[in-house]
């Protein structure tokens, strides 16, 4: 008899099932992510992407703040950690539902999500 490993990830008190696929949408919060047509910049543009992939069935957003882009500039942590900022900020007012987990850039604390609804860190 075979077993199955059941994974959860605790998200806001609730506990996501991790044994079934989960959909995961992309948000970029840098001026220079590969894709141009995947930049969001303003406010209005992160809300409207947020929307779209939660619309979607997206039960995992990634933000990405660092761009692995080929000759991409190189910024420093507290930039990185800024834009991560900004962009859970105006995610936490619009859609304060969504849950935050994750690893943070080079070991940078979890504290960034400060006032933001957490996940599980660790």
């Known amino acids: 008899m075979e077993t199955k490993t ?3 990830i605790n998200v806001n008190g609730k506990l996501m099932d991790l044994s079934h696929p989960q959909v995961m949408g992309i948000l970029n919060v840098t001026p220079d992510s590969f894709y141009a047509g995947s930049r969001q910049q303003t406010e209005k543009d ?7 992939i ?8 990634d ?12 910024i ?8 991560l ?32 609804r957490s996940g599980n860190h660790q």
């Open 85 to 116: 900022r900004t962009g859970l900020e105006i995610i936490n007012r619009y859609h304060p539902g969504c849950g935050v987990r994750g690893h943070f850039p080079c070991g940078c604390s979890p504290d960034v999500c400060r006032g933001v």
């Open 6 to 8: 059941v994974k959860y």
């Open 46 to 52: 992160i809300i409207n992407r947020t929307s779209q």
């Open 76 to 83: 420093s942590p507290e930039e990185e950690m800024r834009r």
């Open 63 to 74: 933000i990405g703040a660092y761009s692995s882009r080929s000759n991409a500039e190189h």
């Open 54 to 61: 939660i619309e979607e069935g997206a039960s995992i957003i």
